[in-house]
Antibody, heavy 123, light 110 residues
Framework: EVQLVQSGAEVKKAGESLKISCKGS????????IGWVRQMPGKGLEWMGI????????RYSPSFQGQVTISADKSTSTAYLQWSSLKASDTAMYYC????????????????WGQGTMVTVSS | QSALTQAASVSGSPGQSITISCTGT?????????VSWYQQHPGKAPKLLIF???SRPSGVSTRFSGSKSGNTASLTISGLQAEDEADYYC??????????FGGGTKLTVL
């Protein structure tokens, strides 16, 4: 079965670091762009950035550039989203999602989504 | 980059058709045929409905259709059903080689 499985919910304090994960299975992980989307409580979707695991080519939204780090480990078919110093405003649901087409282009759409990871940061 | 502009809410009765609009600029919606639409039910992950302005992934109902004119893209849902009640988001590729979502539209089926 083709799926993305994300790590579990996290409760952290402001200033702490965090790395959440998204493991792909059932498909060629290295050859599909995979990205992250934020959804703050009661709010809309925000495109954060994407990575192509085969060569680690990546794009960040200007809103998230420098605030988070996206990475991928080809050996474990896992993508990561990382913070070095969390803020209360990072409290949100974070989804990973895979682009639609193999060997696709950066402008493609997300056709498969993880179940989401809820991150709660207290001040 | 600013979020694309969508109406906060729209409503319709079962069997009717509704259209949700998504307005951007020449640097995103108007400049590329890479607009997608997603449906999100409460507590669930989004689902891709339309990609590349007007293409449907396999398994998506033909009741969903997309179009674009200038800087505005549109999603039309025909034959409204109760299960269509959800939030709908547009998303466009941008000139910065990134993508941007719309603010979302809540569809209520009366």
């Amino acid at each position: 079965e083709v799926q993305l499985v994300q790590s579990g919910a996290e409760v952290k304090k402001a200033g702490e670091s965090l790395k959440i994960s998204c493991k792909g299975s059932g498909y060629s992980f290295t050859n599909y762009w995979i990205g992250w989307v934020r959804q703050m409580p009661g709010k809309g979707l925000e495109w954060m950035g994407i990575i192509y695991p085969d060569d680690s080519d990546m794009r960040y939204s200007p809103s998230f550039q420098g605030q988070v780090t996206i990475s991928a480990d080809k050996s474990t078919s896992t993508a990561y989203l990382q913070w070095s110093s969390l803020k209360a405003s990072d409290t949100a649901m974070y989804y990973c999602a895979r682009h639609r087409a193999i060997f696709g282009v950066v402008m493609d759409s997300f056709d498969m989504w993880g179940q989401g990871t809820m991150v709660t940061v207290s001040s | 980059q600013s979020a694309l502009t969508q109406a906060a809410s729209v409503s319709g009765s079962p069997g009717q058709s509704i259209t949700i609009s998504c307005t951007g600029t020449s640097r995103d919606v108007g400049g590329y045929n890479f607009v997608s639409w997603y449906q999100q039910h409460p507590g669930k992950a989004p689902k891709l409905l339309i990609f590349e302005v007007n293409s449907r992934p396999s398994g998506v109902s033909t009741r969903f259709s997309g179009s674009k004119s200038g800087n505005t893209a549109s999603l039309t849902i025909s034959g409204l059903q109760a299960e269509d009640e959800a939030d709908y988001y547009c998303c466009s590729y941008t000139s910065s080689s990134t993508q941007v979502f719309g603010g979302g539209t809540k569809l209520t089926v009366l």
